[in-house]
C-alpha cells in the first residue's frame, strides 16, 4: 500500500503562484506513476499532470507552460510548481500513486484562485 497526503494548498491571486506537495509512505523511485488530479464542483476528477519513474511527463492541455511536476525521491516526495493561476485552476487537487497496478489517492487539498 501507498499513504499519500499533499499539502501546500490555499487562496491565491489570479496570476499568482503555488508549489503543491505530495509525500509518500513508501520510497517513491519503485513506484512507476505520480500524479496529479484535480476537480471542481460538479465536475469530474481529471489529470492534471503525471509523471513516471523515468521522469517523464505529460501535462493537460490547459496547464502546459504555466504549471510543472517533479519528484524528489530522496524525500519521497511529488510537487507541483503552479504559476500564472487562474480562477479556471480553482479545484480540489489530488494526488495519485500507481504501485504495481493499484491505484492509491491523497485526500486532496483545496486551491481557490480568486481576487
Known amino acids: 500500500q501507498v499513504q499519500l497526503v499533499e499539502s501546500g494548498g490555499g487562496l491565491v491571486q489570479p496570476g499568482g503562484s503555488l508549489r503543491l506537495s505530495c509525500a509518500a509512505s513508501r520510497n517513491i523511485a519503485s513506484i512507476w506513476t505520480l500524479g496529479w488530479y484535480r476537480q471542481a464542483p460538479g465536475k469530474e476528477r481529471d489529470l492534471v499532470a503525471g509523471?513516471?519513474?523515468?521522469?517523464?511527463?505529460n501535462y493537460a492541455d490547459s496547464v502546459k507552460g504555466r504549471f510543472t511536476i517533479s519528484r524528489d525521491n530522496a524525500k519521497n516526495t511529488v510537487y507541483l510548481q503552479m504559476n500564472s493561476l487562474k480562477p479556471e485552476d480553482t479545484a480540489v487537487y489530488f494526488c495519485?500513486?500507481?504501485?504495481?497496478?493499484?491505484?492509491?489517492w491523497g485526500q486532496g487539498t483545496q486551491v481557490t484562485v480568486s481576487s
Open positions: 495519485k500513486a500507481n504501485y504495481y497496478g493499484s491505484n492509491y
Open positions: 509523471i513516471t519513474r523515468d521522469d517523464s511527463t
